[in-house]
């Protein structure tokens, strides 16, 4: 059974930085794409980053150039560097695997961006 779990969350003044991680179990297959999401209270899920086999990484533009996703290849999950946090960046953030047949999803770890 294919178990995603972040942690990493927390509360952080506007400027400060998190780095969130996603522990994975039972992965036998091979990932496709992995990725952080969020949402925010009263918004959609929406993509934050993803990584591809290859190495090949999509941001949304809100955090282009100050959150980072790195991993790598095998059957780990990413890490995200969150720098110079906005308030705006608050919700509950999401890690994902991606397979050929269907995606795993994690429970989520709240960031609160806060003074």
């Known amino acids: 059974?294919?178990?995603?779990?972040?942690?990493?969350?927390?509360?952080?003044?506007?400027g400060g930085s998190l780095r969130l991680y996603c522990a994975a179990s039972g992965i036998n297959f091979r990932i496709n794409t992995r990725g952080w999401y969020r949402q925010a209270p009263g918004?959609?899920?929406?993509?934050?980053?993803?990584?591809?086999?290859?190495g090949r990484t999509t941001y949304a533009d809100s955090v282009e150039g100050r959150f980072t996703i790195s991993g790598d290849r095998g059957k780990t999950m990413p890490y995200l560097q969150m720098n110079g946090l906005k308030p705006e960046d608050t919700g509950v953030y999401y890690c994902k695997a991606e397979s050929q047949t269907r995606a795993y999803w994690g429970q989520g770890t709240q960031v609160t961006v806060s003074s």
């Open 1 to 14: 059974q294919v178990q995603l779990v972040e942690f990493g969350g927390g509360v952080v003044q506007p």
């Open 43 to 54: 918004k959609e899920r929406e993509l934050v980053a993803t990584i591809t086999p290859d």
